[in-house]
């Protein structure tokens, strides 16, 4: 069913995050991205491939990205599926595991799921890889929403809009799954969040959420991004983060109880702008 909201026609914006050049140089890319998956799509399924292309298995519902040679690995396989890159390339890891989790845990295989990007950017590739899947047709069954955005944008049938991720005015029940990808970190309030996602999505629904992380955090004080100081989970933190969800009622697909599951000999992600090495996770939800 298309969403439906009840969202300010004239919503406050929030200024773009590193400066009128980079908001310039992210329009670019969001243009070049949507018009090759635009081609891709149709060319695709005019030939059949988009109805038989496999689902993304390298990168697990829930994981730690531990080495360089883990991203590598997940950027090959969405090259191979002729998935567009994320031109960050350890970014590509989370992206591909959302991505398989969303099409194994939410769809049928009638690719009709409903999704959401809370957090979205235009040129972020879980939206645009969901559309080459053949996601979307239903009118609005595809959504991005940010604070940044201003005026509703369409991309290829995708839906971008103005939106909280804690108050996202969507309908109960709406979604069959929502992802966000590397938001979380940058002052996001998780409980809030954590219980408006549980509230939109169906019973079974997922949840698909990478954010920042490190066995041992570096000291980010005084560095900030995106309006927040800059902040690297722990394994604390994302202890306290898997209790909150459950306690809103979204249960952690895989496990993370081991010794060493929250552990890594790597840091295989550079953020050039904050000077820092750290590495991400992807933790997945199911709704009860």
Sequence with gaps: MPFSDETDPAPQVAAPPGGRLLAVAKRGAEHVLWARVAVQRRAETRRGYAASRPVPTVVPPTGLLRSEAMWQAATEEARRLRLPLHRDLPKNWDALGAVGAVLSLADDGSRTARVMDAGSARYSPVLPWLRLYGLGTAPGSLLGINLEFGEEVRRDGVVFRHGDVTATGLPDGSLDA?????????????????????????????????????????DTTG????????????????????????????????????????????????????GLDYTFILLTFRRR
């Design 178 to 218: 929502i992802t966000c990808m590397s938001v979380v970190e940058h002052g996001v309030p998780l409980e809030p969040f954590l219980r408006e996602s549980a509230r939109v999505l169906r019973p079974g629904g997922v949840l698909c959420v990478s954010t920042d992380y490190d066995q041992q955090p570096p």
């Design 223 to 274: 560095r900030t991004a995106y309006g927040s100081e800059v902040h690297i989970f722990s394994p604390e933190d994302i202890r306290a983060l898997v209790a909150t969800a459950d306690a809103c009622g979204l249960d952690l697909v895989g496990d993370l109880s081991t010794s060493d599951s929250l552990s890594h000999e790597e840091r295989p992600v550079h953020w050039d702008r904050v």
